[in-house]
Structure formats: C-alpha cells, structure tokens
C-alpha cells in the first residue's frame, strides 16, 4: 500500500492581531506558543499511537519579531490515503480544536497531502538538498520530535503529580483550559532553559560525531539574524567554538 506525506496546519492568533478581552489573560504573549505544546501532547500524540504512525514530525512557525503576525503548527506525517481519512476525520471532531475555534485562538485548521508530497520517504524535504540527505532526514526530525514531545510529557506528568499532592483538584488539572495553558507556558521555559543549556551536548555534539564531520557550515536566513545577535545564542556559540572541537563558518551578514 503506498503511503505520503500529509499535514495537519493549525494557524493561531498571534499578540498583533488577538482581541482584548478574551478568555485568557491579555498580557500573555501568543508567540509563546504554549498551544503547541497542548495541541502536540493532547492532539497529536494519542493520533500517533493509535493509527501506529512510524514517521513524522512537528513544524513551528513563529514570527519572532516585535509585532508577529505569524504562528503556525503543523502535523507532518507518512501515511496511506485510507490512514489519512481516518486522522482527518477524527481532528474534525476533535474536543480541544474546536475550542480553541470557539474561543477564536485557532484561525484555522487545514489537513491536506502535502502539494510536492509522492511516495517517496525523502519528498518531504528542502527542495536545495541532494537524494542523500532529503530520504534520511525524516528520521532524524522524527527523532527530534520525539524527544522533544517526551520532554513535554514528562514535564506535564510531574507537574500532574504535584499538584496531586498538594490536593489541588485532580479534574482541574486535567480538563480546566486555563490550567492547561498555565501548565504548558511553564514547560516551555523549562525545556527552552534544557535547550539552551544542554542543547549544544545532547543534540549538535553527538549529532556532529556521529557524522563524523569536524566542520560545519551554519547558513542563516536574513529573518534569523534578529535571533542570532541575541546574547543567549552568542553565549553558546562561543562556547562551542571555544572547545576547539569544531570549525564553524556563518554564513549572513550579522
């Protein structure tokens, strides 16, 4: 049976363009995106383990500038078109999607098969790379995906836990939005502060051994440069380069 690659695009509201007075609190930044963690933990993850899905990934898309106007999550996953009814059918009836519609957080919610998708493995890539990259890489972004969701649901369950133990009410933590989005603003600073610190080891080190490579070329696009001049990303550059393990050329005018 042959299978492609299929989306599942969620756009968000973002701070530029959300409305005062809704639900949740007006000062909380929706570039944040604690909405992706729930759409990934609660969505997304009980979709992969009952259709049995061997491939697939996450994509973000957050305009990281003063005023953003974009903030997109994506469901990327290599399935057959009769696997692929099934999950659109069941996101169309999905609870917490069409909550957040109610709610006007969620713009929209497109699934489709990807418009450059065929049976390849490897199509679901940049069209710049060669053969031998593009039919690799899904592995390796699923990996990715994989380990960042299992940091989200190990955060999420001992946040359950000691609120459990505090004797907060258990049906509160799991079913209250407000709490949820409490709850998954505080795993994004955790893992972005596992990231910053540990990132660098755990995901570049052994990446870059494993491909046997000394050197490595970072090309960054004109809209990561803002990023880039941030001290945080300096911080660990410098870091890097000062273990004189790796010969790193940026490629950009910063």
Request: hydrophobic share 35%; aromatic share 14%; proline share 2%.
């Amino acid at each position: 049976m042959k299978k492609y690659w299929y989306e599942s695009t969620i756009k968000f509201q973002t701070s530029n363009t959300k409305k005062k007075g809704n639900w949740y609190n007006d000062e909380l930044r929706m570039d944040d995106c604690p909405f992706h963690l729930l759409l990934a933990r609660e969505v997304y993850l009980p979709i992969i383990k009952h259709s049995n899905l061997d491939l697939w990934r996450f994509h973000r898309l957050v305009d990281d500038s003063e005023n953003p106007i974009k903030n997109i999550f994506k469901f990327k996953y290599y399935a057959s078109k009769d696997k692929f009814k099934k999950i659109h059918e069941s996101l169309q009836r999905n609870l917490i999607i069409q909550t957040l519609k109610e709610k006007n957080i969620i713009l929209s919610h497109l699934s489709f098969q990807s418009s450059d998708s065929n049976d390849k493995i490897g199509s679901d890539r940049d069209i710049k790379w060669p053969y031998t990259v593009s039919k690799g890489w899904p592995y390796l972004i699923n990996g990715v995906c994989r380990c960042w969701l299992e940091m989200v649901d190990t955060y999420y369950n001992q946040i359950l836990e000691k609120d459990y133990q505090k004797e907060h009410s258990w049906k509160s933590s799991l079913f209250d939005l407000s709490k949820k989005i409490e709850n998954y603003l505080l795993i994004t600073e955790l893992i972005q502060y596992d990231w910053g610190k540990w990132g660098y080891h755990f995901a570049f080190h052994h990446t870059n051994h494993i491909y046997g490579s000394k050197i490595m070329k970072l090309n960054f696009h004109q809209d990561s440069i803002e990023s880039i001049k941030r001290p945080s990303f300096i911080r660990r550059l410098f870091m890097i380069i000062t273990k004189k393990k790796y010969r790193i050329q940026i490629i950009g005018k910063i």
